[in-house]
């Protein structure tokens, strides 16, 4: 993981990572935010995937990228 990163983009990065892969509308809505600087610094990402087998509905989740 990168030094450069603020304590709010850290502290959304840990969650993330704690977490495994989570919804983004499951992030806080105060730090939503940090999401994109994240995503540029290639730190996390964001991918589609159903919820349930039945959905036909697709929701985003983040997870950390592996390195």
């Known amino acids: 993981?990168?030094?450069?990163?603020?304590?709010?983009e850290r502290e959304v990065y840990e969650l993330i990572k704690k977490s495994g892969e989570i919804l983004t509308t499951n992030v806080p809505s105060k730090m939503r935010g940090i999401i994109p600087n994240l995503i540029n610094k290639g730190l996390i990402e964001v991918y589609k995937r159903r919820t349930s087998q039945w959905s036909p509905k697709k929701r985003k989740f983040l997870r950390v990228r592996e390195t």
Do not use: K
């Open 1 to 8: 993981m990168s030094n450069d990163l603020t304590p709010l």
